[in-house]
């Protein structure tokens, strides 16, 4: 079954464009059973995932390690080559990626935290939009000119080297205005009986037809998805990111959007992987939930063996280890007020306590620690995922 988002349209320079019908179609959008059954279930893992959450304490230490390992897959996408390690890294002391890929990735948590926060006054809109993406490109590396926060003016295309031999072709300049538009009124019409989880889904694949900015397309189309969820309430807390998803699937993913929009566009074979990708990071968010609980629970009890005093501020770093896995003597002190001497009397307890572990056994100086179990539980649950 397919349906009509747009046509290809010769263009006076030779090639064809593919020019999106008003949106959304005017014929109704119905489901299969099957794809049916596996919205419930991801609406479902929804549910779940935002129960979990509920139980996960001092929420906002965490949700800075879901928004990095978002942050590093949607990058990686696009052929950034800094892992979410490098990131955490790179907040302690300076690396060689610095300069480069992890900027990519820094960028992305600025532009996400700044979505997040805009929404608390202007809803998703064009301006939002523009205004995460003029977050997104600045000062971060780009292949091209990427006029932060401004829609282009010249014609882009996908793979290939010109349109006339690209693998897509999105709309021309003049175009863009009219198709951002009906985006814009899809995401705040209340008329239409659309699920919010497919609309998300439509969000993500008719930006990417759009392809508004002359870069930054990809990431800025990934993070609506997020913010748009959110906005939705199917979340309370913004714990789930389908990037990780779509870069594991990654020749899947192009493929799904290139079907989404052809002349015949797959609508539901977009949606059946857009399921599926929910259903797979909500189960994997869900996991790594428990995980945490757990292991909070059992360092807890570890610290709580220390004196009185000594455990008091044991908890606040570990509290704060949540948030930054990675540390140096510099940022103890700068988290408990204490000398360097003291910084490091507490690292040391922390070290004999199996909480964090020296990153570099051979480094007497500049040395830098790891909450390993913690950072495990991201990295373990992915390989399983």
Known sequence: MWQKIGDLVQQNSGFKAFIPVPFPPK?????????QAKHGEAMRMLGKLDGISQLLPDINFYLLMFVRKEAASSSQIEGTQATMINAIEAE????????????????YIRSLNYGMNRLNTLPLSVRLIKEIHQELMNKGRATQHPFPGEFRYTQNWIGGTAPSNARFVPPPPEEISRCIGDLEKFIHDKKNPISPLIKAALLHSQFETIHPFTDGNGRTGRLLITLFLWQEKLLNLPLLYLSN????HQDLYY????????????????????????IVTANSACEI????????EQDMIKISKLGKTASATAFEVLKNLFRQPIVDVSKIQEWTKTTRAGGQKIIDRFINLEILIQRDPKKTYGRTYEYRSYIQAFENNDRKN
């Not at 014929?27 to 794809?35: F, G, K, T, Y």
């Not at 300076?94 to 990519?104: G, K, L, R």
């Not at 998803?245 to 594991?248: E, G, I």
């Not at 939930?289 to 909070?296: C, D, G, H, W």
């Open 27 to 35: 014929e109704p959008l119905i489901l299969s059973s099957e794809l």
């Open 92 to 107: 302690v002391s300076p690396t060689s990626f610095q300069a480069n890929d992890v900027e990519d990735i820094i960028c």
């Open 245 to 248: 998803f779509f870069k594991k």
């Open 255 to 278: 493929n799904r959007l290139q079907q989404y929009h052809s002349v015949k566009s797959e609508v539901h074979a977009w949606l059946d992987f857009f399921f599926d990708g929910i």
């Open 289 to 296: 939930a428990s995980t945490i609980n757990q292991l909070r």
